[in-house]
């Protein structure tokens, strides 16, 4: 399923409406995948008939979506996870050098306990997630505790990250081979923000 979406954005024919729909659909498989990234504690319930045992997932997750494409990933977040604190980090990359620059950043709190997933659909050279996980350390984030979700990454923005931050850990549907001379992934989907908002 998640794949047969995947190739829908991929394809160059498909509308603005399409890819919108199909890009929504498979955040929200997403966000149900990262689930298994959360921390449960063993809870006691009391059924309509006697006392059982029961799980609750820990309430410490920040959501940081890396403006703009980022955004598109929250929804399906906010609609599973409705108690998660939200940061938002503006990252640009330099049209000329490609080179990540940092325009914009909100941080909750964040204290050693919290889960924090970081949700950028595309992942490029890497610079961009290296340059928010720079910030997160500043921030006294636990490392093994963020994970980057993404629907596409390269390879060597992959290797790249997992060199300068091994303890994190990385989500993709796909890892794809490379990049071009503009360090957009190939075979990619394009220009993700452009395709779903329309600019
Ligand atoms: N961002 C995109 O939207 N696409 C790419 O290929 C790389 C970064």
Redesign the pocket.
């Given at each position: 399923m998640k794949q047969s979406l995947l190739t829908i954005l991929r394809n160059k024919k498909t509308s603005r409406e399409d890819f919108r729909k199909a890009a929504n659909k498979l955040c929200s498989l997403i966000a149900s995948d990262a689930g298994s990234f959360l921390s449960e504690e063993k809870i006691s319930v009391e059924t309509p008939l006697q006392k059982g045992h029961g799980t609750k997932v820990v309430d410490n997750l920040i959501l940081l979506p890396i403006l703009r494409?980022g955004m598109v990933m929250l929804p399906a977040f906010l609609n599973l996870y409705e108690t998660a604190k939200v940061g938002f980090m503006g990252i640009r990359r330099d049209e000329e050098t490609a080179l990540p620059h940092i325009y914009y950043e909100n941080f909750p709190t964040i204290s050693k306990n919290d889960t924090i997933f970081v949700l950028d659909p595309?992942i490029?050279t890497g610079g961009s997630t290296i340059a928010c996980l720079k910030k997160l350390e500043a921030y006294k984030a636990t490392l093994s505790n963020i994970f980057v979700i993404s629907l596409i990454s390269s390879k060597p923005g992959v290797t790249l990250i997992k060199k300068t931050y091994p303890d994190v850990s990385l989500y993709s549907i796909a890892v794809d081979p490379s990049l071009n001379d503009k360090?957009?992934?190939l075979p990619?989907l394009?220009?993700?923000?452009d395709r779903f908002f329309g600019t």
């Open positions: 494409s595309m490029a360090k957009f992934i990619g394009g220009d993700f923000g």
